[in-house]
């Protein structure tokens, strides 16, 4: 397992459990008519999405840079009207292909700006209206791969992204990643990364975060990747605070 990044791209090994069942996900082809006909979704949205998930993903990432904006709102609002655990699986790993690019980390924070100028001039306050709240919702859905794929989408507009979670949800995100390592998680390695993309930013304020790495480090991969969050949690923020750190024997 390992998690690099390449011309600005995030990338993360094959062996990884999210990315295998994320590309058998990718292939399995969605009928978006229905949902249309149901009122499930939008036309707007219906014609967007109905273009957008015919293409190669090479496609999708040159479509971006023409509709960007107008794709991202999109998916977005699939996130939030879409029940259907298939469809928003494969509905999610859209909203991740986009952000396998960092720069289109952009696209969600302009919509963000506009929701949050819009709020301000109906006189509603901004806070707590982040466009990033529906994917910490699906942290609480059943279905584990919805639940880690959320969780990934949000470490790499967290660790990028200007814009940052309220400290409330900010701090509720951290606490589930940690109580996710007590747990016997097939996409651990998820978890693991998300916390180093994390972790690489002292302003998210993990000061007060006691980092646990697990006993289920089972695999050398495993292990690799917890040392590697540790090595990274105590180089940003030093060791004067090591008393808060709790390490397991792995």
Aim: aromatic fraction near 8%; include cysteine.
């Amino acid at each position: 397992w390992y998690q690099r990044r390449v011309r600005g791209e995030f990338v993360i090994g094959v062996t990884d459990t999210l990315t295998v069942r994320a590309s058998q996900i990718r292939s399995e082809a969605i009928m978006w008519q229905p949902l249309l006909r149901s009122a499930v979704i939008k036309e707007h949205d219906y014609n967007v999405i109905a273009v957008y998930d015919t293409m190669s993903k090479e496609q999708q990432m040159e479509r971006l840079k023409v509709d960007g904006l107008n794709i991202v709102k999109t998916l977005i609002n699939l996130t939030i009207s879409i029940c259907n655990e298939k469809i928003l699986q494969h509905v999610l790993v859209l909203v991740n292909d986009v952000l396998s690019d960092k720069e289109n980390i952009k696209l969600f924070e302009e919509i963000e700006e506009a929701n949050v100028a819009e709020k301000m001039a109906n006189k509603e306050a901004p806070k707590g209206l982040s466009s990033w709240e529906p994917f910490l919702d699906l942290l609480n859905r059943p279905d584990d791969f919805i639940v880690n794929q959320s969780c990934l989408i949000l470490a790499k507009v967290i660790s990028c992204g200007e814009f940052r979670l309220d400290s409330k949800n900010l701090n509720w995100f951290i606490n589930w990643q940690v109580s996710q390592l007590l747990q016997s998680n097939t996409y651990l390695h998820t978890i693991l990364a998300s916390q180093q993309l994390m972790l690489r930013y002292r302003s998210i304020g993990l000061r007060s975060t006691t980092l646990l790495v697990s006993t289920r480090c089972s695999t050398f991969s495993l292990l690799e990747s917890a040392s590697s969050c540790s090595i990274r949690w105590c180089s940003v923020f030093g060791f004067s605070v090591s008393e808060q750190r709790t390490v397991s024997n792995c």
